[in-house]
């Protein structure tokens, strides 16, 4: 034990002194009884990055002991985002959980909405009745979303790693399909456009071509991203080789998405279990070698080529027809339109209920106050969302409300990784590391 | 319960995991309607008999021998093919060895454990608490569901994390919500709530809170407090 002299009293301080363990002078003075110590002693440092650390991707808390810069180990801390929505959703009816799934992973709401609306029909049998529109519908916004996501991980991986221009480009290009998802179901996030039985109102008129126009756009911008950081040194210096994972590590750690097709397996749930309709469109499965951040970017640029792909190919098969089951006692009742207020229900509806039929009143307060019962058991139906396997598991005891919900979502089991991917590698590339995995904190937490 | 005899075709038994009460969830609130008096069965899907159809037989069968194999007897309590989905309900004293055989075994060759989720039936007595996992298997594209019970009295389960690495977080996650210890975890902290939080949020016993809003005069009591149906 060595204790410093103190050169420089705190003039505010106490006449307490501290006399155990090593003492440092915050006045400095000190460095030669500080460079004196022996080699090895107090070199292992922990550091607490976040949870509000701009690179860590929301509130991703992450501790680290260091050697010098070489991470020496690495743990997450997660939780910071939770906020009970599996509680909440069993004091709510079946179709008021949508509006609470869609902000657990708020990058892709479409994907979790629909991952809870596949079990809970799975749950209520009604599997082979949703309407082929409502099936087309919700693959085009899925696929839109999973455009819109893998845009926002480009843009936040690459402001973290300094390229500030593909910051701003993936925010600009997100902002295309957000106007789209603003367009079809009035909300930007967050929209719980899926519902149970099919999807909550149809595409407004003129909502095709804009999205037509909008596929056409983005390919053409989505070239510039890729031309910015593709072949470009910097990038590939701060990705080639970084957050190295390959597959018997993603096996162990049951990782999906983009990290396990990036070492070269092509596992994509839209292939090995379609759902929705996915098996009536073709897109390949973009895979990489190299089980590194580099492999994890192509693979997403590569993925959101495929899914405008997929949006032309729906806009082709989107013919008119119903969005919502045919089934009354499931389908809700009533359809919005757009008010002189710009929001509200539709005027014929309002008017059949309050002054044409009282049975269609009676009904349309049944549904929406009590909802309907989804007999007794569990369905888990999972689905490819940007970042892997999103799945809900749905438990019903017969009730108007679910008994528990539970989601599988991706990077909740993917930040696991995060210590294999960084330890043994320099601070710098844990940044890198992260970014590649793509966690969203509202998945991760719910 | 035997007043409910209920056995939809293709099930060979009923398995009744509580009772529901009433239509509309408030208690004691003088309700004249007399829905307040129904009482109904809570019936999950009961054990299937064989065949099961498509490859679940397969799954069945070659689970069935490599236990025998292994040495294991009794393992799996029973079979439920519902909804085109197969769950094994397993004895919680042969999980590991159950667990061992679905991922070694080439002809199961289930490589993923995905997600593990916990339900709470407070009426099922000494099966209070239901611990399921959903194993995947990329190999032969298949999907099975293990389901555990274990009473709420003694709320003990082997760990999986040393078969599947990937279930650390889900079983941290399991015990936080629910309270169920995993013997054998490496480091069995909470995940999602905060270090010293007291209970565990998604069992039934625990309330939703929240307070009652006030809005121009009127309260409006919190979500769990409110006349709801059920």
Redesign the interface.
């Known amino acids: 034990m060595t204790t410093t002299e103190f050169t420089n009293s705190d003039p505010f301080s106490g006449s307490y002194d501290t006399t155990d363990g090593t003492v440092y002078n915050l006045g400095g003075g000190d460095w030669d009884s500080i460079a004196a110590a022996p080699e090895g002693e107090n070199e292992r440092i922990v550091v607490n990055m976040g949870p509000q650390h701009p690179s860590t991707h929301g509130v991703l808390r992450m501790i680290l002991e260091l050697e010098g810069e070489t991470v020496v180990q690495a743990r997450c801390g997660i939780g910071f985002l939770h906020t009970g929505i599996e509680k909440n959703m069993e004091f709510r009816t079946w179709v008021q959980g949508v509006t609470y799934v869609t902000r657990m992973d708020y990058l892709a709401p479409m994907f979790n909405e629909t991952a809870y609306c596949l079990s809970v029909e799975r749950l209520l049998g009604i599997e082979d009745q949703i309407p082929e529109r409502a099936n087309v519908i919700r693959v085009m916004m899925m696929e839109l979303n999973r455009v819109s996501s893998h845009l926002v991980a480009l843009a936040t991986g690459g402001m973290e790693l300094g390229a500030l221009t593909a910051m701003i480009f993936g925010f600009r290009e997100r902002e295309l399909v957000l106007d789209i998802f603003e367009m079809v179901s009035g909300l930007r996030m967050n929209s719980a456009y899926i519902r149970p039985g099919g999807v909550a109102q149809d595409l407004p008129s003129g909502a095709e071509e804009k999205i037509r126009e909008t596929v056409v756009l983005l390919r053409k911008r989505l070239k510039d991203t890729s031309d910015l950081l593709v072949d470009n040194t910097i990038w590939m210096g701060r990705t080639v080789g970084v957050g190295y994972l390959d597959l018997t590590g993603c096996m162990a750690l049951g990782i999906t998405g983009p990290i396990l097709r990036s070492t070269g397996l092509p596992h994509d749930l839209r292939k090995s279990a379609p759902y929705c309709g996915y098996e009536n469109y073709e897109f390949n499965v973009p895979t990489q070698k190299t089980s590194d951040a580099y492999g994890r970017f192509l693979i997403r640029i590569a993925e959101m080529h495929e899914s405008l792909n997929i949006v032309d190919q729906c806009l082709d098969r989107l013919v008119p027809g119903p969005i919502m089951i045919a089934d009354k006692k499931i389908a809700w009742p009533s359809q919005l339109s757009v008010g002189s207020d710009g929001q509200g229900n539709s005027p014929e509806h309002i008017q059949e209920i309050m002054s044409e039929s009282m049975e269609a009143l009676i009904h349309h307060f049944k549904l929406v106050t009590e909802g309907f019962s989804v007999p007794a058991g569990q369905a888990y139906v999972p689905i490819e969302s940007p970042r892997g396997e999103l799945g809900a598991h749905v438990v019903s005891t017969g009730g108007t409300r679910p008994y528990r919900v539970h989601f599988r979502d991706p990077s909740f089991n993917n930040l696991q990784a995060v210590s294999a991917m960084s330890e043994g590698s320099m601070i710098a590339d844990v940044i890198a590391a992260v970014a590649s995995i793509d966690p969203v904190m509202g998945g991760v937490d719910r | 319960m035997s007043e409910f005899p209920v056995v939809p075709d293709g099930l060979a038994a009923i398995d009744l ?2 009772v ?1 009460k009433g239509a509309f969830g408030s208690q004691g609130s003088g309700d004249t309607s007399g829905f307040g008096g129904l009482v ?1 069965p ?4 009961g054990a299937s008999i064989p065949p099961f159809g498509g490859w679940c037989d397969e799954v069945a069968e070659e689970l069935a021998l490599s236990l025998v194999d292994a040495g294991v007897s009794g393992a799996v309590e029973k079979i439920v093919i ?4 197969m ?1 094994f309900y397993v004895a919680p004293e042969n999980l590991i060895a159950f667990m061992t055989e679905c991922r070694d075994e080439p002809a199961l060759r289930f ?5 593990v ?4 039936f407070p009426q099922d007595t000494n099966r209070e608490l239901h611990i ?1 996992y ?1 194993l ?1 298997s ?1 190999t032969h ?1 298949r ?1 099975i ?1 293990v389901e555990v019970s274990i009473p709420d009295s003694d709320r003990h389960l082997p760990s999986l994390v040393a078969l ?7 079983e941290r ?1 399991t015990w936080d919500f629910f309270g169920i210890i995993f013997d054998g975890h490496p480091a069995l902290t ?5 270090d010293d939080w007291v209970g565990h ?2 069992r039934k016993d625990y309330p ?1 809170g929240g307070i009652p809003v006030e809005y121009k005069g009127a309260s409006i009591p919190a ?2 407090h409110r006349r ?3």
């Open positions: 995991v509580g529901r109904a809570i019936v999950m899907p519902d909804r085109g989905e769950t490589e993923m454990c995905t997600s989720s916990g339900v709470h399921v959903a995947l990329i594209n999907r569901r599947y690495p990937s279930v650390d977080w889900h996650e909470r995940i999602q709530m905060p949020p998604q939703l979500p769990d709801s149906y059920n």
